[in-house]
């Protein structure tokens, strides 16, 4: 056990008063070591799922079916981008810096959002990832614009922002293949069919199984328990589906008067738990991939390092 | 006042090693259009100044969010102490009479 020096005691009342006002604890405040380390793990994962999620839908980029599709899609991809880089520069404000958070990634010893080890298959995929990927997403971010960190909380607000027009093009899209040819509504019914279960295992594991929850909802870090966020996102999801003409795969699913919730079926997190041990289709190559895009990009930060040296423009 | 330090970088960062190929951090301030000031947007790495006013364009006004953009290296500002901040700020804190509810007017008086 270690002893608590009397400043420290003095320090953390006024950090927990501030919590508790509802007031943003700032970069330079004084503030717990696990309130910070819980921080930096969970923003340099979501910057991670960011950049990785990139590469799903960049899979689809070169094969859009048209230039309007191709245009949107590389704008949404270049917002991921930005997303990424917002968060982590939110978490270099807690003292830890972005190279190194970056090795982290690389070395598997940060994680990423397992949603993006599934291979998209289809063009209807980069449908389905807007509706039901972005649309969990935001889902999970919006409560995070008023999270107790203020850069954290700065960062989801642009994020947030950005998020809804990723939504609604992938709704749009998939709408246009619903509304098709026989062949363009089965491709987009597939594609929702495999989306939907691992959308619903981006809020985290159930709520009695969640071991940072507690902690994380007195520190304000998390609004809403995992649970209480997938309901949500499934009452948002089954109108949506309807009106897009598609059916959620969920032969559970079924209006509950007396909760005024939407019940569903069971989510099998032993997939969940498998992809996350590493055992998704795409763990490996999009890691990889990963990897060699920073190891391929070298040259050109050595060479813009080179130029600023020669000029004499950089400020070390 | 304690020595300055970057305003948005906690102590420790700034006390990390820089190693080969680091870029050094800026500060991204926006005019999202004519009669308003600058506003701090947020901060991104960059080589040189110029190199971060181009990645500030692309990271911060990708849907013309300004009309200008400052790039400052965070290294730059100085900022006040949160530890002193009460001391800080303390000589305007008893000084009401810098207010305009300070002072009682009879009713019936207008335009002042
Ligand atoms: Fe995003
Ligand atoms: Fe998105």
Redesign the interface.
Known sequence: MTTIAPEDTAREAVFDATVAADERI?????MPDAYRSTLVRQIAQHAHSEIIGMQPEANWITRAPSLRRKAILM?KV??EA?HG??LY?AA????????ELLDKLHSGRQKYSSIFNYPTLTWADVGAIGWLVDGAAITNQVPLCRCSYG?YA??MV?VCK?ESFHQRQGYELLLALSRGTEAQHAMAQDAVNRWWWPSLMMFGPPDDESSHSAQSMAWKIKRHSNDELRQRFVDICVPQAEALGLSLPDPDLTWNDERGHWDFGPIDWTEFREVLKGNGPCNAQRINRRRQAHEEG?WV??A??A??AK?G???? | MTTP?P???????AA?A????????WEVFVRSRRGLSHTHA????A?????ALRNAR??YT??SEGVSLWVV?S??IT?S???EKDAFFEPAGDKPYRHPTFYEIPDGVHHL
């Open positions: 700032e970069p330079r405040d004084w704008a270049q917002d930005g880089l917002y520069s270099e404000t807690l003292g830890t810096s972005r190279d850069p700065r960062a642009r950005e070298a930060r050595e813009a390092a130029h600023a000029h423009k950089a400020t070390r | 330090r305003a948005e970088t906690a102590a420790t960062a990390a820089p190693r080969p190929g680091d870029w050094p951090l947020g901060s991104l790495h080589p040189d100044a110029e190199m692309d990271l990708r849907r290296p290294a730059q900022a102490s949160p530890d």
